[in-house]
């Protein structure tokens, strides 16, 4: 028996569209209802099978359904919670998948107080640097890790469900506080794409021809670079105390590397690539 | 007609035995000869179909050969030079694999003043974080770019000779002075090769459960850190000066995003990453 008779996805980008396929397909809802803002993405959706209804209306799009997932815009998604928080039936549950969670989970949980919807935040880690609902897959998320960050506040029966959802989407569901999962993506996430950025804008000022001697090693160290500026500025914007902390401190062991170097510790340097061996085999 | 009668690959390790089975594939030549320090090494090549001849003696390895291809360690390359450069034939070509070229080239021109043999640098930009034999490919270095370092004394048929070699193995061959290819590699593939270890050894001390909680974006990103800490220790050594110039111009680039996060100048931010893109997409 599915989990949800009917679920409503707003947005059907990469996530939303991919989110749609893949509980179709692993039949986790009966009906999945799709909102989109553009009229011209709605028209889409209607000709994909794995869209049963799809609701021009956002008020309307919310009621009487068991989950809405927001898979807007990253810097919509407070907006879009605003709108239909007072909206939704009153045992739904709304999630999110945004890649940043302290804020949205602090406006969540001042709207849900006067009834008894629950908002708990999502962050399935899945994705690409592509975006858009034609590069959607239904296996955008097997095998990937999801966090969720529910309040102390919230039902442990909606936790509950909310965590069925993303496992039986595949995922490893790993339990946060919205502070925690903010400081965890700084390091792990938000980081790795400054770092990227970082190289390549320091790579655009080459002079010509030095790119096409690169390799595979620098395709991929700088592939997230790829991403899009008006998406990681939100994201970063968001996040952007943790990210400054975790900014720092990844500064100490480059300036460290840089000393090894200068001082032509040969031994210490050989040291240290086999520390960042070891924890690369980790990842 | 084959481009060689004889060819010798000194180190059958993943650059080596690659060679090997590509020069055989593509037949670059009637003969392929291997001389690998260790008796086991040697064993192990005598089964494979791409070794025509395995020698044990160096001295007696790079006699009657036109090209010699040194491919030992990169700790090992000029020692392994200066012990040939006296027995090479006198029409012969040496050439390296190695990462860096100036210290070589140098070392080069000295010793083969005295008789007829040339030595041209080359480094293919092919390779994997694996080593050893038992990841070679005969398709390693297809579609890969391969940068020679002639000088202006050495002849111009051999440097032509060498660069058929190459483009025959489907590379794309640029010639570079031998101080201008290290301040490239020193850019495009030792820096990325600094950060993504700094990115890893800044990481090592994360909390546990952290890196559990890292998408695609982070393994691509710190992929190459996974490399062989003594090998990067002599290439970083050979290439000191020209990869701390780098290090600190990207430094630059890393402290102007830390100044646009800090004093939170969000389109700046958003031209920043659009630029880091745009450069991306040029890799």
């Known amino acids: 028996m599915p989990l949800f008779h009917r679920v409503t996805i707003l947005g059907p980008g990469l996530l939303g569209a991919s989110l749609c396929m893949a509980i179709k397909e692993r039949m986790i809802a009966d009906k999945v209802r799709v909102w989109a803002r553009k009229q011209s993405a709605l028209e889409l959706c209607k000709q994909e ?13 919310v009621k009487d359904t068991e989950l809405i997932v927001i898979c807007t815009p990253v810097n919509t998604i407070e907006e879009t919670l605003c709108e239909i928080i007072q909206e939704s039936g009153h045992n739904s549950i709304i999630t999110d998948v945004g890649s940043v969670k302290e804020n949205i989970c602090r406006i969540a949980h001042a709207g849900t107080q006067a009834n008894a919807t629950t908002f708990i935040g999502s962050h399935p880690m899945a994705g690409s640097e592509k975006s858009g609902m034609e ?4 296996d955008l998320f097997n095998h990937r890790t999801c966090m969720i960050t529910p309040l102390p506040t919230d039902s442990a029966e909606k936790v509950s ?4 959802f993303w496992v039986q989407l595949g995922m490893n569901v790993q339990q946060k506080s919205p502070e925690e999962h903010d400081k965890i993506v700084a390091s792990v996430s938000h980081l790795p794409h400054l770092i990227a950025s970082s190289l390549a804008e320091y790579l655009s000022h080459s002079p ?37 902390e975790a900014l720092d401190s990844w500064l100490g062991s ?13 031994d210490e340097l050989e040291n240290y690539l086999a520390k960042a061996k070891e924890c690369r085999t980790k990842i």
């Open 135 to 138: 590069y959607a897959h239904s």
């Open 49 to 61: 099978k794995w869209c049963d209804e799809a609701e021009p209306n956002l008020k309307d799009a």
């Open 254 to 266: 480059v300036n460290d590397f840089k000393n090894i170097l200068t001082d032509e510790k040969w």
């Open 208 to 244: 010509d021809g030095w790119l096409e001697m690169s390799g595979q090693g620098l395709k991929d160290t700088s592939r997230i670079a790829g991403g899009d500026p008006s998406l990681w500025r939100e994201i970063m914007k968001s996040n952007r105390s943790f990210l400054l």
């Open 161 to 164: 469900i909310l965590e069925k």
